[in-house]
């Protein structure tokens, strides 16, 4: 069993930045590529962000040159850095981590979700 934590998220105004991050603990092998998503009121969940296990990353149109993810792999942990902040960017925002458990399953899990408020 794998449990990811999420923190960071917050109200901010239009223009500021958070930090979103995401734990994760449990019976991990090694952690593969992670994911951030977002999914605002009434609206789809979206792909924010990945990053593989070798640290190529890539971005949802939208949020290019403004968010950047990244990873510590010693602390099994993904940050999401998000500056200059939309009244649009705000969602809950979902990390999702695809690991390997110690008998080597291809697993994945998400986290509880963090709210992220921009105000114009």
């Known amino acids: 069993q794998v449990q990811l934590v999420e923190s960071g998220g917050g109200l901010v105004q239009a223009g500021g930045s958070l930090r979103l991050s995401c734990a994760a603990s449990g019976s991990i092998f090694s952690i593969n590529a992670i994911h951030w998503y977002c999914q605002a009121p009434g609206k789809q969940r979206e792909l924010v962000a990945v990053?593989?296990?070798?640290?190529?990353?890539n971005y949802a149109d939208s949020v290019k040159g403004r968010f950047t993810i990244s990873r510590d792999n010693a602390k099994n942990t993904v940050y999401l850095q998000m500056n200059s902040l939309k009244p649009e960017d705000s969602a809950v925002y979902y990390c999702n981590v695809h690991y390997l458990d110690p008998g080597f399953h291809a697993l994945d899990a998400w986290g509880q979700g963090t709210l992220v408020t921009v105000s114009s």
């Open positions: 990053i593989t296990s070798g640290g190529s990353t």
